[in-house]
């Protein structure tokens, strides 16, 4: 997992403009997840998988809390594990391959 930094900021008197990141995304999933709830616990063969949190915190694999506004991105095999520790939250995830039913990218740690 690497923690992102925006690439690039805009800022004037009108609004403020992050560019998070790039990257060639083919898939965007929205969570909205209650406290308490885990999130994951498999990995990718495949598939890089970017998060940008946007509300609440996490702990992710039980070892670092993001919060609201954090960007990170998990590459190939990394194992990933979200727990929500705060009252709710909410992310979105983009991915660099779309989740196919019949053959899913999904793998668990054996």
């Known amino acids: 997992m ?4 925006p690439e690039f900021i805009d800022k004037d008197n009108r609004r403020t403009l992050k560019q998070l990141f790039t990257a060639n995304i083919a898939q965007v999933n929205s969570y909205d997840a209650k406290k308490g709830a885990i ?8 598939t890089t998988e970017y998060f940008y949190l946007t509300r609440g915190l996490v702990l992710y694999n039980s070892e670092r809390i993001f919060y609201k506004g954090d960007v990170f991105v998990v ?3 990394e194992l990933h594990r979200i727990e929500v520790i705060s009252s709710d939250a909410s992310f979105l995830t983009f991915l660099t391959k779309p989740f196919d039913q019949k053959e899913p990218d999904l793998w668990k740690k054996s």
Do not use: V
Request: proline share 13%.
């Open 2 to 5: 690497q923690l992102l930094k």
């Open 39 to 46: 999130l994951g616990n498999h990995y990718h063969k495949e």
């Open 75 to 77: 590459s190939p095999p």
